[in-house]
Structures are given as C-alpha cells and as structure tokens.
C-alpha cells in the first residue's frame, strides 16, 4: 500500500513528507493506522547531524499511538482493532536485561539507529526502489506503519489515543528520571534543568515523589511559568541562578537530586550539574549531546569519591515499557498525572517542520502531529 511519511534523506537537513511503499505485515508484525505522534528531541537530534543513523533515507517518529488494522501470522496478543502505543525498544524478553527486568536495556535496542526490521530487511520503500530505515524499528511520522508486535503495546480504548502517544516516550523518561533515576524521596529539593516535553514530567514525577522543593530551569520565560503549573515551586532561567537558590535553602549543602532534561545536553552542563548536588547527592543524565562530543572534563575523581557523589544515566526513566505505560495512563485516568496539558499545539504532517521550529524556540511543551 501507499503512505504518506516524513522521510530524511540527508543529514543535516530538513523533513521531507513523501509519498511510500508500505509492505504487508509478514510474520510477527501488524499493520497499523497512526492516530497521532509526539514531537521528540531525539528525531530532531537525528536531522540535524547530532545524533548519526546507519542507513538513508529514514522515516523518523518513535512517540506514537494508532490503531491495529491487519495482523500476520503468529501474532498472538493484538487483533484488528487493538489501540496500541510504540515502544521504541521490542524487548526480546530473552537477553540479560530483560531476564532482568530492565526491557528498556534490552540488547535488541542496539538496531534503534540502524534502521532495519528485527529479521534484517526494510518495509519501506521509495518509489525509486531505495530501501527507506525507520528509527527504533517504528517511523511514526507514517499515516500508516508496520511493527514487529512486540514494539507495540496495547492499551484500553477509553484513553485517548491524541495523548496517549506521549507516554510512548516523553511522559516516562522525564517522570521516571526522577522516580526512579533520582530515586527522590520527601522532603528532597530537585533541580530540573530544561523543562520541555520530557523536563515537565520530571517535575511531575518529583511531585508525585513528595519532593519539598522543585526548581525548574529554562531559559525560556513561558516555561518557566508553565513549570509552575505542573507542580514546580520555583523557576529560574540558568542552572547557575538554580544552584545559588539551592545553597540558600539548603544551608550550603547542595540538591539532593538534579536532573538534566535540556534539550541538548552538552558535557560542560553534566559539569555544571555535577557541583550542583550534595554530598552523596544524584545527578541523573536524561538529555543527549551530539555522539560525537568529547568526554567529561571538570569532574575530579578524588571529589566523586570522596563526596560520593552519583552520576547516573537514564534511558526511559530506567523503566520497562510495559510496566511503565499502562501505570501512566492509569495515573491519568485518576487525575493525578497532566498529559493533556503537555500538548501546547498540534499539527499536520505536512507542518512537521514547522512544529520543529516551535520545539527549538521553546514555543511548545509538547507538539503533537494528529493524522486523523
């Protein structure tokens, strides 16, 4: 069948909506009907040239929700008319991460920028004949998609699907970056440095922790004034401001938890963010940098061991996908977690640049492109 999909073909550069050739669904895989996909940093990272792919031309999108409308052989637990969120790692639940119940470390997350299916082969195509990648085996900027069915998850019909995609990515990593990651418990003043699409749920999940204090961090102002609606106690527009503000409520000590959400995080803020945290305190490491950025300078070995300080990465919010969505919408269906309020605006496919611009210029928390 044909699709249309926002495809790179070069990178740096900008999207560019194509129409596609779209395979049957062949073992193990369904085929399915996008309602709506979030706007990540990552694809963004990706066009740009920060972030370097294997294999061009791409459709990008992992944030997606939709609607099962044909299912191959031996699929077992989704039928035609399943809702479904994107994982954008399958979780083979064979390798030592999943046996282990870190799914979101599972090995088969190494084919995320690669850009082909789980048996090697692409279900995408140009009209030219060229092979088209998908990032994380999904390219959710497609009106229509093939998955390998465990890259899907089903969720119940009363959710709706136009928010329901955020929690695919963005609602966890930054929830869970604080959760988990940060381990924050009562009482604990946290600084969050960027408060975009994924920063706003690290505020939700410090509040959700009992955190006393919330410091956001953006330099934009009408962030920093959003924060302050998702539960934040304080804003400032520089990680600097954030750290003397800690130190005076703090008598000195420092944040017993920061965790940096920017939307680039470049190794001279890990630096910054490092000094920020008390002794024995938690730095968590949730935004990325180009992979191609030196290592950290700044950082003493004999001060990490001897405050016994933590650095700690976090790849959606250290929490299996399946574990991780339905628990969400579960708190949304409750009232306690925001996802509508994430959405700042929505677009077309054919707007996807332009939703981009938005991003990068701090006018949206969160865009959304609806295709229904």
Same mark, same amino acid.
């Given at each position: ?94 390798? %030592?991460?999943? =046996? ?6 599972? @090995? $088969?997350?190494? #084919? *995320? ?5 789980? &048996? ?124 003397? %503000?800690?130190? =005076? ?6 944040? @017993? $938890?920061?965790? #940096? *959400? ?5 190794? &001279? ?104």
């Amino acid at each position: 069948m044909k699709t249309n999909a926002a495809v790179l073909r070069s990178a740096p550069a900008e999207w560019k909506v194509e129409e596609l050739e779209l395979d049957e669904p062949r073992r193990g895989e369904v085929l399915v009907e996008m309602v709506a996909t979030g706007l990540c940093h990552s694809d963004d990272h990706i066009s740009h040239g920060d972030v370097h792919v294997s294999h061009l031309p791409l459709v990008g999108g992992h944030e997606g929700s939709g609607i099962v409308r044909a299912v191959g052989a031996e699929v077992h637990e989704l039928e035609v008319g399943d809702h479904v969120l994107t994982s954008f790692v399958p979780a083979c639940g064979r390798c %030592r991460w999943c =046996a282990m119940g870190m799914q979101n470390l599972c @090995d $088969v997350g190494a #084919l *995320t920028l690669i850009g082909h299916q789980l &048996d090697g082969t692409f279900r995408m195509h140009t009209d030219d004949g060229l092979d088209v990648a998908t990032v994380a085996l999904l390219g959710t900027f497609s009106e229509w998609q093939v998955y390998e069915q465990r890259s899907l998850i089903k969720i119940d019909k009363d959710i709706p699907l136009e928010v329901a995609c955020l929690v695919a990515c963005g609602v966890q990593t930054g929830y869970g970056s604080a959760t988990t990651a940060g381990n924050v418990q009562p009482g604990d003043v946290v600084i969050v440095a960027g408060v975009g699409g994924i920063g706003m749920n690290a505020v939700q999940g410090a509040v959700a922790s009992g955190a006393a204090h919330i410091i956001a961090v953006d330099p934009v102002a009408d962030k920093q004034k959003w924060a302050l609606e998702f539960g934040a106690t304080e804003s400032f527009p520089s990680l600097s401001d954030a750290a003397a %503000r800690v130190q =005076a409520l703090t008598n000195g000590q420092g944040a @017993d $938890v920061t965790i #940096l *959400t920017a939307g680039t995080v470049h190794n &001279d803020l890990i630096t910054e963010g490092y000094h920020s945290i008390r002794k024995a305190g938690t730095l968590v490491v949730t935004g990325v940098g180009p992979d191609q950025e030196d290592g950290l300078h700044g950082i003493n070995a004999y001060d990490l061991a001897m405050l016994q300080k933590r650095i700690q990465g976090a790849l959606y919010g250290m929490k299996s996908p399946n574990e991780a969505m339905p628990m969400l919408l579960n708190q949304y269906r409750s009232g306690k977690l925001k996802l509508d309020e994430l959405v700042t605006r929505t677009y077309s496919l054919d707007q996807i640049n332009a939703a981009y611009d938005d991003m990068r210029n701090g006018r949206n928390i969160r865009g959304v492109i609806r295709f229904r």
